[in-house]
Each structure stands twice: as structure tokens, then as C-alpha cells.
């Protein structure tokens, strides 16, 4: 029954957290483009939604399977959407390449390779690994973070999102002893408190006000009354 409850609960945060990927897209809409903004984010989810929805389909696991592919459609969508909207379009297109041949050098592996078994425990472990990419994309301005001592280029609601799905996937994985879940939502779950943490450090954000300083008087600056 539990395993039942955490696997909707799990489903439905992860959903939302998928969806934070619409904001970068509103983001990138009102700019007009994509200046200052990478497309890695995207990228990495696709492929670790891909190779988690064939982890899932061999394990025949229908959570997993459920989840990866909602998320599949949703990163596939924004990084069409990312293409369209960003002038470096030839090297994303190289990128595109390199993600396609890892995906058929993953299924030729899993599929049809003579060593069905390796090419399992290699796509395990680049589910692993994708995972915790994943979720500790933002620790990349943790450098800046701390330097600043702002929080102002940490985006809070994926960070809280980045740790409800962690802890939540931790529990369905501890429950279904499941490694591939179970191992890499651990140290997700720790980087999501290393972020959380930075916002209980130095704040929600750093914001300067300026205070108004009125022009002095004539009266002032002549030294007499008028």
C-alpha cells in the first residue's frame, strides 16, 4: 500500500518539477532569445529520461515507465523549442548528433549485443550518473553563489522541487530495493540540502536599495535665502 501512495506522490512532484522547465522557455520568449541561457539542462534530462524509460521497460517497471515518458515528451519539447530560438543552431545540431549516437550505442548494447548483461549494468550506471547531473544542475553557481554571497542566481522553486522529488524517489527506491533509484537519489537529496541550505545562509536573494538622496536646495548651495 505505501509503495502505492509513494509511487502517485512521487509521479505528480516529478511531473511539476518537469514542468519547471516551461519557465526557461517563458524566460526565453520574453528575451528573445537564448543569450544566457544553456541548453545543458535540457539536454541532460532528455537523456536521462531516455535511458531511464528503457531501465524502466526492462525492469518493467510502470512508475518508472509512466514517469520517463511524460518527462521524454516535455524535454524533447523544449529543446525543440530551445532550437528554435537560438542562433547557435549548427552546434546544437552536433550535440543532437552526439546524444543520438549514445542512444543507439545504449540500445545495441541492451538489445542486441551478445552481452545483454554488461550493456545493463552500463546503462544502470548512466542512469545513475544522469540522475545526480540532473539534480545538482544548479550547484553549478555555487562558486558565484558563495562569492556574491547572493542566492539571486539559485532559482529557489527548483531547488525545493529538486528535493521533494529526491526524497520521495529515495523512498520508493529504498522500498522497491531498487539500486539504480535508490543510490544516486541519495546524493541528490544531499545536494538538494546544500542548496536549500545556501537560502537559510545568505538569504532568498541580495537586493541593493539605493536610498534617494534629494538635491540640495539653492538656498543650500547659495548660502542665503532667496
Same mark, same amino acid.
Given at each position: 500500500?505505501?509503495?502505492?501512495?509513494?509511487?502517485? *506522490?512521487? @509521479?505528480?512532484?516529478?511531473?511539476? $518539477?518537469?514542468?519547471?522547465? !516551461?519557465?526557461?522557455?517563458?524566460?526565453?520568449?520574453? %528575451?528573445?532569445?537564448?543569450?544566457?541561457?544553456?541548453?545543458?539542462?535540457?539536454?541532460?534530462?532528455?537523456?536521462?529520461?531516455?535511458?531511464?524509460?528503457?531501465?524502466?521497460?526492462?525492469?518493467?517497471?510502470?512508475?518508472?515507465?509512466?514517469?520517463?515518458?511524460?518527462?521524454?515528451?516535455?524535454?524533447?519539447?523544449?529543446?525543440?523549442?530551445?532550437?528554435?530560438?537560438?542562433?547557435?543552431?549548427?552546434?546544437?545540431?552536433?550535440?543532437?548528433?552526439?546524444?543520438?549516437?549514445?542512444?543507439?550505442?545504449?540500445?545495441?548494447?541492451?538489445?542486441?549485443?551478445?552481452?545483454?548483461?554488461?550493456?545493463? *549494468?552500463? @546503462?544502470?550506471?548512466?542512469?545513475? $550518473?544522469?540522475?545526480?547531473? !540532473?539534480?545538482?544542475?544548479?550547484?553549478?553557481?555555487? %562558486?558565484?553563489?558563495?562569492?556574491?554571497?547572493?542566492?539571486?542566481?539559485?532559482?529557489?522553486?527548483?531547488?525545493?522541487?529538486?528535493?521533494?522529488?529526491?526524497?520521495?524517489?529515495?523512498?520508493?527506491?529504498?522500498?522497491?530495493?531498487?539500486?539504480?533509484?535508490?543510490?544516486?537519489?541519495?546524493?541528490?537529496?544531499?545536494?538538494?540540502?546544500?542548496?536549500?541550505?545556501?537560502?537559510?545562509?545568505?538569504?532568498?536573494?541580495?537586493?541593493?536599495?539605493?536610498?534617494?538622496?534629494?538635491?540640495?536646495?539653492?538656498?543650500?548651495?547659495?548660502?542665503?535665502?532667496?
Amino acid at each position: 500500500m505505501l509503495v502505492e501512495v509513494l509511487s502517485v *506522490t512521487a @509521479l505528480a512532484s516529478t511531473f511539476g $518539477f518537469f514542468f519547471c522547465g !516551461a519557465q526557461i522557455c517563458v524566460q526565453i520568449r520574453r %528575451k528573445g532569445g537564448t543569450e544566457g541561457i544553456g541548453a545543458a539542462p535540457f539536454l541532460i534530462a532528455f537523456l536521462s529520461c531516455f535511458f531511464m524509460l528503457q531501465y524502466g521497460i526492462l525492469r518493467e517497471d510502470k512508475v518508472v515507465i509512466l514517469c520517463n515518458v511524460v518527462g521524454l515528451v516535455l524535454q524533447g519539447a523544449y529543446l525543440l523549442y530551445y532550437y528554435s530560438m537560438t542562433i547557435h543552431k549548427r552546434y546544437l545540431r552536433r550535440v543532437f548528433l552526439i546524444e543520438a549516437l549514445l542512444i543507439g550505442a545504449m540500445e545495441w548494447m541492451v538489445h542486441w549485443s551478445t552481452m545483454p548483461d554488461q550493456g545493463m *549494468t552500463i @546503462l544502470s550506471n548512466s542512469c545513475m $550518473f544522469l540522475n545526480i547531473a !540532473a539534480m545538482g544542475a544548479p550547484l553549478v553557481t555555487l %562558486k558565484e553563489v558563495i562569492r556574491s554571497k547572493s542566492t539571486a542566481s539559485l532559482p529557489l522553486p527548483l531547488c525545493v522541487a529538486s528535493f521533494a522529488v529526491s526524497v520521495q524517489w529515495l523512498a520508493y527506491g529504498i522500498l522497491v530495493n531498487d539500486p539504480v533509484i535508490k543510490y544516486p537519489n541519495y546524493i541528490a537529496t544531499l545536494l538538494a540540502l546544500i542548496q536549500l541550505s545556501l537560502f537559510a545562509i545568505y538569504g532568498r536573494s541580495k537586493t541593493i536599495i539605493k536610498k534617494f538622496q534629494p538635491i540640495p536646495s539653492r538656498e543650500k548651495l547659495n548660502g542665503y535665502n532667496i
